[in-house]
């Protein structure tokens, strides 16, 4: 992209921010090739490059967390950069806005890589040279496995007030991080839109990525479902029931998977 193309990006999210929700499809269509480039350059995120859904993936990601919170991170940058809005234009907020995005959006392909299978770390492999286990992860883990955790198949969980505040929140996470368009997607899909329609809905082109949107979008709904449940002592046989699910071993698949969507959102 030269200057121009940043400029006019600039202006759409300014738009955008200033309530035309109708903006969104503009600058996502103006920003989506931008993004498909990068991720596909083996300078990016080496070897993610040549895998193409890896790389789809990554820039639906992308068209999600732009939008999460209404639109929280453009805001920030915004917040932070006020000769964006308050100075006029120039050549350099321009560039500096497309040098945002390109950070930002490394960051999304750097989280995505890191819960690959093969680029997770062992967790106890040592740090090179000091003969010490790196405990940061475990020590992650076992917070994790102690604030969110579904215990025994048929009982429901005793929960003490503290996991119980830390459930509401969690619940009030997945209420404010699910991007509308996203909701749309799963209604559509579940009156039984096509692919086709529900990308023209959502501003996607491609029916491929309007898939992969549904797909993520039933998961994460269905995730708020199931800690909805585990949150009222629901045990994993009533969640296998509630969501028509095969087994209570599935019930906890789910919660264990919203445990890792939520982890990378809450840290301790």
């Known amino acids: 992209m030269d200057t121009q193309d940043w400029a006019d990006l600039q202006r759409l999210a300014a738009m955008l921010l200033d309530g035309g ?6 600058f996502w269509g103006r920003l989506q090739p931008t993004l498909e480039n990068w991720v596909r350059s083996p300078g990016f995120l080496g070897r993610i490059s040549a895998r ?16 999460d919170n209404d639109y929280n ?15 006029g234009p120039s050549a350099s ?19 995505y890589m890191r819960r690959l299978p093969e680029y997770v770390r062992p967790r106890n492999r040592t740090r090179s040279g000091s003969g010490k286990k790196d405990t940061s992860e475990s020590e992650s883990g076992a917070h994790w ?4 955790t579904l215990q025994g198949d048929e009982e429901p ?3 003490s007030f503290t996991s119980s505040m830390t459930a509401r929140q969690l619940l009030e996470f997945l209420d404010t991080s699910i991007p509308s368009r996203q909701r749309r997607a799963a209604l559509l899909y ?40 585990w949150s009222q002592n629901y045990s994993s046989t009533e969640i296998a029931q509630e969501l028509a699910l095969q087994d209570p071993q599935h019930a ?9 969507f939520l982890k990378r959102h809450f840290r301790p």
């Open 21 to 26: 929700n109708d903006a969104w499809p503009r």
């Open 52 to 67: 193409e859904d890896y790389c789809r993936d990554i820039v639906i990601l992308a068209w999600e967390k732009l939008q």
């Open 73 to 87: 991170k453009l805001r920030a940058y915004f917040r932070r950069h006020v000769d964006a809005t308050s100075r």
């Open 93 to 111: 907020s321009y560039r500096a806005f497309g040098a945002w995005l390109f950070r930002v959006f490394k960051n999304i392909g750097i989280d």
């Open 145 to 148: 496995q102690a604030l969110v």
């Open 157 to 159: 969980v005793e929960r």
């Open 190 to 229: 579940q009156q039984g839109a096509s692919y086709d329609r529900i990308g023209r809905e959502i501003g996607l082109a491609d029916h491929r990525d309007a898939q992969r949107v549904v797909q993520r979008s039933v998961d994460r709904l269905k995730y708020r479902r199931a800690v909805e449940l």
């Open 252 to 260: 906890r698949r789910i919660v264990k998977a919203a445990q890792e």
